[in-house]
């Protein structure tokens, strides 16, 4: 039910509204700050609109299920789609302006650039998602051009999405802060993801190993054991727990996402995993700290 004393939301489809309104905002000097989303809005969702408050006067969250992100055998069209009580979510959490474009308008007929970050696209999810960051950094470089935000904020649970954002905006000098929100995790770590929901109750008993795993293989490398040894600790944690399969378990440089092993002596790291149970692929990844 909605509140009645929540903040107005004002729900847009065109870029020209978008514009309009962040350019009313900027007149009287507010600052703004951008929550891109693909919906089916949960609490780390909402964590992402609570940290962007903090940094802005203004929050806009988009909602976009992006096609070019998913791969011809990924869940496209099977993806949530729950716009109304999303609404509802977005309103009682006083986020100022929801943009939800169509494809239509994020893709006209003849559009055809792609942003490519390739060096920080390759490896973990790059190689089992072939094409899925390009379509990420397209649409998110669309997003952040469109809105001209002064922050926008991404979730560190999608590490590798992350990297990749964080460097198309500097490469690009589109002038924006990029803020990474550590994952939101459930009480017993699971982090947080719409796609918990397809878990089996067993499978979801099973799902917070992922983390336990990834703990395990930083506190090895801090009583300083290597990468190798590290992960095929990790490796095997995660298989006697029942994920399979395991597409990743590595340790990578935290900036450049470089191999531990290729990464100058001192760089701060990061674990990073990914793997399934069942029909459900799950990611989840840690500081080296
Ligand atoms: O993380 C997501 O939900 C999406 O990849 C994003 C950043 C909204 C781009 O479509």
Redesign the pocket.
């Known amino acids: 039910m909605s509140d009645p004393t929540a903040p107005n939301l004002v729900i847009v489809r065109s870029v020209r509204e978008l514009r309009e309104a962040v350019a009313g905002w900027r007149r009287v000097g507010e600052t703004v700050g951008l929550v891109?989303?693909?919906g089916a809005l949960h609490t780390a969702h909402m964590a992402l609109v609570d940290e962007a408050r903090k940094h802005a006067d203004r929050v806009v969250a988009?909602i976009?299920v992006?096609p070019t992100?998913f791969g011809p055998d990924e869940d496209f069209s099977s993806y949530p789609r729950r716009e109304a009580r999303d609404i509802e979510t977005l309103r009682t959490h006083g986020v100022d302006l929801l943009f939800a474009p169509g494809v239509e308008d994020m893709y006209p007929a003849g559009f055809e650039t792609n942003v490519n970050v390739p060096d920080i696209s390759q490896g973990l999810c790059g190689d089992h998602r072939p094409g899925h960051f390009a379509?990420?950094a397209t649409?998110?470089t669309k997003?952040l051009l469109q809105a001209l935000p002064d922050c926008a904020v991404?979730?560190e649970k999608?590490y590798q999405?992350l990297q990749v954002?964080r460097r198309l905006a500097l490469d690009l000098d589109i002038p924006v802060a990029i803020i990474g929100l550590p994952t939101v995790r459930e009480a017993d770590g699971l982090a947080v993801s719409s796609r918990n929901a397809n878990l089996s109750p067993a499978d979801r008993a099973t799902a917070p190993k992922m983390h336990v795993a990834l703990k395990g293989v930083a506190a090895r490398l801090l009583a300083g054991e290597t990468a190798a040894v590290a992960c095929a600790a990790g490796h095997e944690a995660l298989a006697a727990a029942g994920f399979s399969p395991i597409e990743y378990l590595e340790v990578r440089a935290a900036d450049t996402l470089l191999p531990a092993s290729q990464a100058p002596a001192g760089t701060p790291l990061r674990a990073l995993a990914a793997a399934w149970l069942g029909e459900t692929r799950l990611i989840d990844n840690l500081p080296v700290a």
């Open positions: 891109p989303t693909m988009t976009f992006n992100q379509g990420v649409i998110v997003l991404f979730g999608d999405q954002i």
